[in-house]
Antibody
């Protein structure tokens, strides 16, 4: 059974940073694409960042230069380092694994506020 | 970056059939865009119903099907149930880049 579990969310001040993690089981991180998706309160889904099986990365324009996606294949963990955070980064962040289909975690809430 | 378009809202009668569509600002949506359809109910995490245009997960009810229709990805619900009332998002891939549509709020009434 595929399971994804996000952690690392919380309250942070504008300009601060957070590192989100996604622990993956039942799924091979190293050979499959992984995505971070966020959902601001009352809004739709936004693809924030993608890392392909080959390591290619994609970032939404809204986070380019501030967020960094990475993976630890041995630990089967996906990470998202978020720096220079802004109020508009406030959202629930989901980790999604793409293999034969796609599998979602339950999300972690990030709140950027002073 | 690409803009993915969906109907903002649709209504279907219980037992009825409805088709949701997903278009792209860059041209027609094809199987090469590996379109996904994602369902989200209030207060719940999203879940994928359809991937790579037509493929279903084990949890996808048989009444949902995916296809390509007139240059768009399509999600057809045949025999709508009250529990199908939800927000539906399509996800389109452009190489490593991925973009969601704005979502379709489906009401079963």
């Amino acid at each position: 059974e595929v399971q994804l579990m996000e952690s690392g969310g919380g309250l942070v001040q504008p300009g601060g940073f957070l590192r989100l993690s996604c622990a993956v089981s039942g799924f091979t991180l190293s050979t499959n694409a992984m995505t971070w998706v966020r959902q601001a309160p009352g809004k739709g889904l936004e693809c924030v960042s993608v890392i392909s099986g080959s390591g290619d990365t994609f970032y939404a324009d809204s986070v380019k230069g501030r967020f960094t996606i990475s993976r630890d294949n041995s630990g089967n963990t996906l990470s998202l380092l978020m720096e220079t955070l802004r109020a508009e980064d406030t959202a629930v962040y989901y980790c999604v694994g793409h293999g034969a289909g796609s599998f979602w975690g339950q999300g972690t809430l990030v709140t950027v506020s002073s | 970056q690409a803009v993915v378009t969906q109907e903002p809202s649709l209504t279907v009668s219980p037992g009825g059939t409805v088709t949701l569509t997903c278009g792209s600002s860059t041209g027609g949506v094809t199987s090469g865009h590996y379109p996904y359809w994602i369902q989200q109910k209030p207060g719940q995490a999203p879940r994928t119903l359809i991937y790579d245009t037509t493929n279903k997960h084990s949890w996808t009810p048989a009444r949902f099907s995916g296809s390509l229709l007139g240059g768009k990805a399509a999600l057809t619900l045949s025999g709508a149930q009250p529990e199908d009332e939800a927000e539906y998002y399509c996800l389109v891939s452009y190489n490593s880049a991925r973009f969601f549509g704005g979502g379709t709020k489906l009401t079963v009434l």
